[in-house]
């Protein structure tokens, strides 16, 4: 799943979302958890993803693959 096209085609559509609604990289960061994990990020994870030399996608790659939006605790 991490790797296929639909991954990829929706983290895609994601990120644009994302960069269209929110201005610097904490707060795409922010954002993208939002939407995806229904959470704000910790300290520790915003700092990480700010930090973070990819583009936005693969950080949308990233939160559509974790465990905590793929499975129901």
Known sequence: MMNGNLMHEEAG???KRVAAESGDRA????????IVLGRTPTEAELG???????GLEAICRVLLNANEFLYVD
């Not at 707060?27 to 939002?34: D, E, L, S, W």
């Not at 990480?48 to 990819?54: A, T």
């Open 13 to 15: 559509h994601l990120a």
């Open 27 to 34: 707060v795409q960061v922010k954002r993208a958890f939002g």
């Open 48 to 54: 990480r993803y700010v930090g973070f030399s990819g």
